[in-house]
Structures are given as C-alpha cells and as structure tokens.
C-alpha cells in the first residue's frame, strides 16, 4: 500500500528552527510537495521537490532523498505566524497526490 | 501565482436542501480539480477529481450520486450536495491543478464550510 509518515506534533521556540520529517512509501514517485495549512484554512503550497537535495525559498528549506523515500522541510528564524499544520504530499505514478496526515507545529515564544 | 476561488466560504442550509458549491482557477486553465473534505482536526480527505469534459472519478465510499460534480470548463468545477444532512457539514476544499507549471502542483481555493441544521 502506499503510505506518508510524518510526526504528528513538534513544538519549537520563536527564533530558533525546526525540521520537519517525512518518510514515504508509493507507487511511483512523481515529486514531493509540502502546504502549510493554519487552523480553518485551506492548505498553501510552499514547496515541489522532484530531485534529490536542497530546495531553498526564503526561511523556508525542502530535502529530498529519493533512494530513501525520504524528506524534510526545515524552518529558519521560526515566527509565531509559522504555528501551523505542514502536510506532506507525494504525487505517484497516476498523479495522484497522497496526502500526510499532517504535522502540527507549536511555535512557543 | 495561481489563485483558486470558491463560492460561497460559507453556507447554513436545512437538513434535505441541496447546495452547490464553485470553484474556479484565477488565472490559469485546470483541465483537472479535485474536492476534498475536511472534519476538525482530522486529514484532508480527496473526495473526486474532476476532469473537464468528462465525468469525475470518486473515491471509494462517496457516493456519487449524492455529491454531483460538474467540469463544465477549464476553469469551473462545481460540487452539488444532493439532500443534506446533518453529517454533511464539513470544511469543504477544492484544489485545481495548473499543469502548465511543469510540476502538476494543486492550488486550493480558500474553501467552503457546510453547516447542515
């Protein structure tokens, strides 16, 4: 079957930085997205791997491994407006996205 | 960057009331958009894609009769709950995929909440 791990809760103070992990296991492998998504909201894309290494956007930073079915999304100089939940998405052989269940992240000051 | 609309953010409606929800890419063609729903604090959970000019693909356990989806054009997908019910209410979002941009990225609307009395 085909299946997203990711933590289901981190905590993290303002300022400091925080990764976010998330393993995958699918049917063909055709990029890795992340989307921040704030309680109530519909989720927002922030990042699109499709090969291996560092995608860098701003204090935003996306890996991927794909020999490791694996991928992180790091946060720099952590605000209280990056409380939020970050979903995981692989997009398989078909198009099809599978969707994490999601990370929430607590940002503490 | 691409923006997806949804209309309307918010409806309140009677238990066997039907309500149309629209959805439509800004600025950009979406030969395919996808409907998900959403309960508090759980995971988005996909509901149908929608293909322009064809019928939508449902997934396993929605019924399709009872959640109508029109792709009437590249840019306006519409889902229809028939006769709702209390159960029904929900965050419901729809995502369309720009695939001009090379990476088949989904961008979602700002979504609908359905409160069924």
């Known amino acids: 079957g085909q299946n997203i791990d990711q933590p289901t809760e981190m905590t993290a103070t303002e300022g400091a930085i925080v990764q976010i992990n998330c393993t995958y296991q699918?049917?063909?492998?055709?990029?890795l997205f992340w989307y921040q998504q704030h309680a109530g909201e519909a989720p927002t894309f922030l990042s699109y791997?499709?090969l291996d290494g560092l995608e860098e956007k701003g204090r935003f930073s996306s890996f991927l491994s794909r020999s490791k079915g694996y991928s992180y999304l790091l946060l720099k100089e952590l605000q209280m407006k990056d409380s939020a939940s970050y979903l995981c998405?692989?997009?398989?052989?078909?198009?099809?996205?599978?969707w994490g269940a999601g990370t929430k992240l607590i940002i503490k000051p | 960057g691409a923006v997806v609309s949804q209309h309307p953010s918010w409806v309140i409606c009677k238990s066997g009331t039907s309500v149309k929800i629209e959805c439509r890419s800004l600025?950009?063609?979406?030969?395919?958009m996808f409907w998900y729903r959403q309960f508090p604090k759980q995971s988005l959970m996909l509901m149908a894609t929608?293909?322009?000019?064809?019928?939508?693909?449902?997934e396993q356990g929605v019924e399709k009769d009872k959640f109508l989806i029109n792709h009437a054009s590249l840019t306006l997908s519409t889902l229809t709950v028939t006769s709702a019910h209390p159960e029904d209410s929900s965050f419901y979002i729809c995502?369309?995929?720009?695939?001009?941009?090379?990476?088949?990225?989904?961008?979602f609307g700002p979504g609908t909440r359905l409160l069924v009395l």
């Open positions: 600025d950009f063609q979406a030969t395919t």
């Open positions: 929608s293909n322009e000019g064809s019928k939508a693909t449902y």
């Open positions: 995502s369309a995929r720009d695939s001009n941009s090379g990476m088949e990225t989904q961008y």
């Open positions: 699918t049917s063909g492998f055709n990029g």
């Open positions: 791997n499709v």
């Open positions: 998405a692989v997009m398989d052989s078909n198009y099809q996205l599978i």
